[in-house]
């Protein structure tokens, strides 16, 4: 047993699919598929259940293949150990970021992290909260930019900045000749919401007070874009964080938008990483570069 067979096993299980796993451990998939016959001969266990339908973990391959990770995960840090001795901001990094917070972040600071750290390699992932905090759980990730805050009793972060919602309305509305907007003046239109597995959906549900009003439960967009180019047609008034309101495309687009007054029209953005990742020097150097290219329109919080 080696730590490549870990790695097939754990691709496998996470793909349910032994090609997919293959590509992803980049070998073909005779290799993969006998490389885990075999390991399944020397442990005398059947790890996988082949099918029509799929592939299944049997109760014996979850416990292995969950101790297998975690086999990964210190083979990993022993590497990550070594790398830092010699360099601690040098190597490699991978890091997650939602999908509301990717497109108007990154731009930000992916130029500081070049000259700032110049031996360092970043990979960046787009995509949804929970698939983040899986990914960081299972040391494909090695920290995630997030909007809330970690759940799992393995993570921890640093609180970056916070960030104010900002209502977003078609020219020529109604509440562009209000000077201050709460939630509460928006009475007669539909708030256009991102789909479930957004954590900014949830934010912005916390605020607008679902059950007082009705909405078009068909027009939930899964980008950002999507919902400002809505309301640029008319559908209805939507909120968007501060940061996507840098590039000068609302007022473009025809629409005004108005900074929210109530009580919790913000959300804190957070880096979160494993306690036990040994690199976390340069997860908070990281951390200040972030900060250092923010603007005003967010608030920077004190880095622990």
Known sequence: MNLRDLDYICAVAEHKHFGRAADACHVSQPTLSGQIKKLEEQLGVT???????????????????????????????IRAVAASAQDPLAGTLSLGLIPTIAPYLIPLFVGRMSDGLPNLSVTYREDITERLTDGLLTGELDAAVLATPPEEDSLTAITLYTEPFWLVFPEGHDLQNMTSIHMADVKDEDILLLTEGHCFRDQALSICRPESRKRKQSLRATSLETLINLVATGQGVTLVPALAMRDGRIADLGLRSQKLLDSGAAREIYLTYRKQFPRQALVKAIGALIQSGLPDSVARRALS
């Open 47 to 77: 790890l996988f259940e082949r099918g029509h339908k799929g592939i299944r973990v049997t109760d014996i391959g979850t416990e292995i293949i969950q101790i297998a990770r975690e086999a990964r995960d210190a083979a990993n840090r």
